[in-house]
């Protein structure tokens, strides 16, 4: 392992108590009615809520790649596929579980931006720890 793939690996246990103190939170945004957006009748292509839901799901993804920087999870795509099909399947749910909830109300937006932040979010933390992780492995067969 390179300097840099040792260093960033130190932020493994850190980034898997991010990851689930921020899902954590985000579910308790997502279910409590208190924090509905006010309907004013009219459904805007944008509005600043979707910015939010981008970023809480662009950063839950970088925490869950950071939380699983290892040579096994980065060479494993069968692994790389069920996490990004769970972490969409999370972002549907929870949009299809608000219809239920009194106060909170489904919104295809929503879930679209929760979809956009997941799939920006993989390519920009997965590839370049990806590339790291590569770069270690490479410098450790020749060294």
């Known amino acids: 392992m390179t300097d840099r793939t040792i260093w960033i690996s ?11 103190v921020w899902l954590v ?7 409590w009615p208190g924090f509905s957006q006010p309907e004013n009748g009219e459904e805007s ?9 981008f970023g809480a799901y662009f950063l839950l993804t970088g925490l869950f790649l950071l939380w699983k920087f290892s040579p096994g999870f980065y060479s494993n795509s069968r692994t790389i596929i069920f996490s990004l099909l769970a972490l969409f399947a999370l972002a549907v ?9 009194p106060q909170r109300a489904y919104n295809p937006y929503d879930m679209l931006c929760n979809a956009l932040g997941i799939l920006t979010g993989f ?8 590339r790291l992780m590569k770069t270690g492995e490479k410098k450790r067969e020749n060294p």
């Open 93 to 101: 749910l929870t949009e299809f579980i608000q219809k239920a909830i």
């Open 10 to 20: 130190r932020f493994r246990k850190p980034a898997a108590v991010l990851f689930w």
């Open 123 to 130: 390519i920009a933390w997965y590839f370049p720890l990806n």
């Open 25 to 31: 939170c985000l579910l308790f945004l997502t279910f």
């Open 45 to 53: 292509f944008f509005s600043p809520d979707y910015v939010f839901h």
